[in-house]
Every structure is written in structure tokens, then in C-alpha cells.
């Protein structure tokens, strides 16, 4: 399996090796399924977007079978069709590597790169790949808007402008100005379980996406005229 980052040189080697228990799990699920993507996860979507999905690391199921963000699970489901209500993704979401879906003006990274044992990665492990993703920041310069999904990709977005955690807290549908001048919007990930538990809902999850194209056109001197289809 083949796949082309939209962020050439910014992702870690196929075998990365800067953490030991991310590496155990990624040659358990080699061996257990030998045709999965197994190995970090690149970054999907519009080399030259203006909004940045920080997500917060591949799904088993998911992205590291399929090896594209959120692509194969259930919080795919809600992500790409909310983008896709905005006008923000082109072709049809199917759940495959190679359904055609592509995104406009948007593109998605993750804060952490492996798989973790339990959706879980150690802050030394989220440390371990934060030079990806700060690279990775860096290597979008017309990115304005970012949208974090969960604490863990605030965490990672706010270190990567410079900001202090304690001057930035997580708060679903908050909008911080960091101090690189992009704007960070909050949300609660896109999980099945916030969702099957009311904690995040589609009404809700637009509404962040909402405010990330209402940020964009202030910033822009657009008339915000985008609104979910």
C-alpha cells in the first residue's frame, strides 16, 4: 500500500522507533493483520488550506487500517460529512483509501502519528511526535483557523504557537487567538462514545465549523455566505 502525504517531508519514517510501546502494538497488528496500513499515519487533505483538523491519533480500525485520517470508523462518519455539508470536502466519503474523497481548503493532522494501546498515548509519547506535528504546522502558512478535537490536540496546538497551556483551556466551542496569530476553535472529539452519550452532537459539532468559517471571512474581509447544505 502507497500513499503520498500532501506534507512531503514532514512525517516520520514508516518505522519510526521513538516509542517503544507504540512500536510493540504496531508489530502486533502487523502480525495479526499483515494487510493493514500499520505505520504512522499521514496527513490528509489540501496542501494550501486554510483550516487545520487537529486530530488526536489513528483509530485500530480506522486510520491505521486504512492509513488516511478518520477514514474506516465512526468518527469519520460524522467529520467528513459534516465537512462535506460546508463545502468543504469534494467526492463521496465511503470509508476507503480509495473512495476519491478529497478536502478544500482544509487538511487534517494528528498530534500523535502511531496508534496507542487504548486511544491513549503518554505525554511522552505525544512528546515524541511533537516535531511532526509542529512541522507539520509550520509547513501551512495560510492556515488561520485550527480545530481542535479533544484536549490532547489543544494541548499539542497550543504548544505548537508558543502558548502556555494554563493561559488556554479546553472548553468545547471556545475560540482562542493563539499567540502566532491563528485563531484555535475547541471541540470534543468526534468519538462514537462522546456522541452515543450526548456529550457531542451533530448540532453541536457544526456549530464549531460554524465558527471556524466565520473566523476565516473576518480575517479575510469575506461576507461569510457558507452554511451546512
Given at each position: 500500500?502507497?500513499?503520498d502525504?500532501?506534507?512531503?517531508g ?47 491519533a489513528?483509530?485500530?480500525h ?7 485520517p ?5 468518527a469519520g462518519?460524522?467529520l467528513?460529512e ?7 470536502s469534494?467526492?463521496?466519503y465511503?470509508g476507503?483509501l480509495?473512495?476519491?474523497l ?7 493532522v ?13 505525554p511522552a ?9 509542529e512541522?507539520?504546522l509550520?509547513a ?5 483557523v485550527?480545530?481542535a478535537?479533544?484536549?490532547i490536540?489543544?494541548d499539542?496546538a ?5 502558548g ?17 496569530g ?9 468519538s462514537?462514545?462522546n ?5 457531542l ?5 457544526a ?13 479575510s ?8 447544505r
Open positions: 500500500m502507497k500513499i502525504s500532501p506534507l512531503p514532514t512525517e516520520p519514517p514508516r518505522d519510526c522507533r521513538r516509542c517503544p510501546r507504540l512500536v510493540g502494538l504496531r508489530a502486533a497488528c502487523r502480525a495479526e493483520h499483515p494487510d493493514w496500513w500499520n505505520a504512522p499515519v499521514y496527513a490528509f487533505g489540501d496542501p494550501d488550506a486554510w483550516l487545520a483538523i487537529a486530530g488526536l489513528p483509530g485500530k480506522g486510520a491505521n487500517r486504512t492509513g488516511r478518520f477514514t474506516g470508523d465512526y462518519d460524522l467528513f459534516t465537512l462535506a455539508a460546508f463545502g468543504l469534494r467526492g463521496v465511503d476507503r480509495d473512495d476519491g478529497r478536502l478544500d481548503g482544509t487538511i487534517i494528528n498530534s500523535v502519528k502511531c496508534l496507542p494501546p487504548q486511544n491513549k498515548p503518554t509519547e505525544i512528546a515524541a511526535c511533537r516535531p511532526y506535528f512541522g507539520q509550520a501551512l502558512p495560510r492556515v488561520t485550527l480545530i478535537l479533544g484536549r490536540a489543544h499539542a497550543v504548544r505548537a504557537a508558543g502556555r497551556l494554563a493561559a488556554y483551556r479546553f472548553a468545547h466551542g471556545v475560540v482562542h487567538r493563539l499567540p502566532d491563528r485563531h484555535l476553535v475547541d471541540s470534543y472529539h468526534c462514537r462514545y456522541t452515543n452519550t450526548g456529550r452532537t451533530p448540532a453541536m459539532f456549530d464549531v465549523f460554524r465558527s471556524a468559517i466565520a473566523l476565516r471571512d473576518q480575517t474581509g469575506r461576507n461569510s455566505s457558507t452554511i451546512a
